[in-house]
């Protein structure tokens, strides 16, 4: 038998994270959300392919048939709804007007932007796929009351604005001096959160929301 007397070290240092003193719990979390992830994007392909499209443009799809409501919406609301570029959703956008699954609009109180919305062809599509889809997304969520859900819902969109947030400390963290890793991290927090309260104030939101 092999046998080794090396301990394994935490991958966390936050204290709500290290349960039992350990990162036991925090790694088979993030083993779930790999497996999730994995099955998630395996379910997403299978969707697009049915309807002659990629993974990305079906995701794209779906999110202007949910943003659109009666005025279409622009390419930087689904950017930001898909945490993706707005130049990444304008190549893709480009693609799927040529597939007929989108149309393409100027926006009526600003001639520079463009909205977005679900053609005919790109409904019947989506309709098209809903037998299959339905009790796909009910069997993934199954056993989850509707609290369970909310607080879910909660919860993985805090972590998908963490997430961008840590992938760009990750970068700088990267490119940092050895032995300099907490300097940097703390530069980083603090500079992030001047960013959030200048997010929150009146200003902020007003700019934010004549961006759209």
Same mark, same amino acid.
């Given at each position: ?6 301990? +394994? ?12 003193? $350990? ?7 993030? @083993?779930?959300?790999? &497996? ?5 994007? =395996?379910?997403?392909? #299978?969707?697009? +392919?049915?309807?002659?499209? &990629? ?10 048939? @949910? ?13 930001? @709804?898909?945490?993706?570029?707005? #130049?990444?959703? $304008? ?6 007007? =040529? ?8 926006? #009526? /109180? ?10 005919? +062809? ?22 989850? &009351? ?19 947030? /840590? ?7 990267? @490119?940092? +001096? ?12 603090? &500079? $992030? ?7 929150? #104030? ?11």
């Amino acid at each position: 038998m092999l046998a080794t007397t090396r301990k +394994r070290r935490a991958t966390v240092t936050r204290r709500e994270l290290t349960l039992d003193r $350990t990162d036991n719990e925090f790694r088979t979390m993030i @083993h779930n959300l790999l &497996s999730v992830s994995q099955r998630l994007q =395996a379910n997403r392909r #299978s969707h697009a +392919r049915m309807l002659g499209m &990629s993974g990305v443009q079906y995701t794209v799809l779906t999110a202007i048939a @949910h943003l659109q409501g009666t005025e279409g919406v622009s390419v930087n609301a689904v950017a930001r @709804h898909l945490h993706l570029s707005p #130049s990444f959703v $304008t190549m893709e956008a480009a693609k799927m007007v =040529a597939l007929r699954v989108i149309d393409k609009a100027q926006d #009526s /109180a600003d001639k520079r932007r463009v909205q977005l919305t679900v053609s005919q +062809r790109g409904w019947d599509l989506l309709d098209n796929i809903l037998p299959i889809q339905r009790p796909v997304n009910d069997a993934l969520f199954e056993g989850l &009351s509707r609290e369970d859900f909310v607080a879910f819902c909660r919860i993985i969109a805090m972590i998908a604005d963490n997430a961008e947030r /840590a992938s760009a400390l990750l970068e700088l963290l990267k @490119h940092s +001096r050895p032995g300099t890793a907490g300097s940097v991290e703390r530069k980083y927090r603090k &500079s $992030t959160a001047k960013l959030d309260r200048h997010s929150q #104030s009146p200003t902020a939101t007003t700019r934010g929301v004549g961006g759209r």
